[in-house]
């Protein structure tokens, strides 16, 4: 899909609370499928775009940093599996555990109790 600039315009969307989002308005959708799907594709893009200056940023430095596109472009497929398996267990799964632990204690300290 390719995104619609409707140029630098911008809105003020507001919420609960007497808060107020101010936002720019990249595209404009027929349908809430459409926008949705842009959303995620300029998330993704701006990610990615952050991503390289910071690998840029490690390089000026001397630095040796890869993207895990890079890192896992030339791999075989065994090779491939073996590494996203340790991304897992070393960086992702321990993310997760924490996340997990910080709701828990956030649930207790609020005295959220969870219906089964």
Do not use: C, W
């Not at 990615?48 to 075989?76: F, P, Q, Y």
């Not at 321990?94 to 910080?102: A, G, K, Q, S």
Request: charged fraction near 40%.
């Amino acid at each position: 899909m390719v995104l619609a600039p409707v140029g630098y315009k911008y809105t003020v969307i507001p919420k609960d609370n007497d808060k107020y989002l101010a936002v720019m308005i990249i595209s404009e959708h027929d349908n809430y499928s459409d926008a949705l799907k842009a959303a995620l594709d300029a998330m993704r893009k701006e990610a990615d775009e952050i991503m390289n200056r910071e690998i840029e940023t490690l390089r000026k430095h001397g630095i040796k940093v890869a993207s895990v596109k890079e890192a896992i472009k030339d791999m075989t497929p065994e090779q491939r599996k073996r590494f996203l398996e340790e991304r897992k267990s070393k960086l992702i799964n321990p993310l997760l555990d924490l996340n997990i632990e910080m709701l828990k204690q956030e649930r207790k300290k609020l005295g959220i109790k969870r219906e089964e």
